[in-house]
């Protein structure tokens, strides 16, 4: 039963399914490189069916299951934690910038927007935890500051939830748009996150305990640092030494993104960390 305290996978992956058909996509795909890759998807189908001689039962609850991921609005859960990271891999190769990770299901635009120096909005029971300052610059890749660019930060709470996909918690907890001072400075006030497992009471999750996997992702922040006439960057910033930082469900950690924070006299959790961006691409 959902309950105003537990957010479940259905509310979450149905949240981020509505979300995701709100814009339409397109891609420049012809028909011969549609042929190309759906026949080759298919061929390696094929070649698993064959080697692990899959029966008939196995093939019936692939059908059922890959119904109930779609009634269950998770299939931008399932793609972004299993296949989104190849994806981001093969574009990332021809920029020198700051390293990219995937975006996930949870980015929300329209943050509000906050000062170069700020805090994210929060909850009081949000500033109980441990307080992150992340700050650093915004530049190309010469080093010169990139001022009023962009950046957008969003990250889930102690529990593991983000807002807009949980219906207990504010609008916008958590998230937020900073623009850089003159300079592309910024300094930002949040709270320290903690690891989290993806929605386990879905598709997704049964799939995974079916497995014998685990469900759990490192504790991370999500950025998307733009600026005008820059390659825009999306990825996540890890902790240093934290859990699952070798072991992510999602396959998302690089060691260029973690972060090693330090503690200051007032007991926050103080690290810096600069982007650079590439000039912007074709
Ligand atoms: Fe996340």
Known sequence: MTTIDSPTAVGSGNAATDKFKGARFTADTSPERLSAIATEALAGLSALIHRHAVTYPEYRVLKQWLIEVGEGGEWPLLLDVFVE??????????????????????????????????????RDEDRAHTALVLRGRVTDLDGAGLGGAIIELWHADDEGYYSQFAPHLPEWNLRGTIVTDSEGRYEITTIQPAPYQIPTDGPTGQFIEGAGW????????????????????????????????????????????LLDPRLDDT?????????????EAD
């Open 85 to 122: 990271h190849d994806i981001e891999e093969v574009n990332s190769t021809r920029f020198r910038g700051t390293k990219g990770s995937i975006e996930g299901p949870y980015y929300v635009p329209g943050a509000p927007e906050l000062p170069a120096q700020c805090t994210l909005p929060m």
């Open 267 to 279: 007991g926050r959790k103080v690290v810096s960390y600069d982007f650079a961006l590439d000039p």
């Open 214 to 257: 685990h469900p759990w992702r490192p504790a991370h922040l999500h950025l998307r640092v733009t600026s005008p006439g820059k390659q825009p960057i999306i990825t996540q910033l890890y902790f240093a030494g934290g859990d699952w930082i070798d072991d992510d469900v999602a396959t998302a950690t690089k060691p260029e993104l």
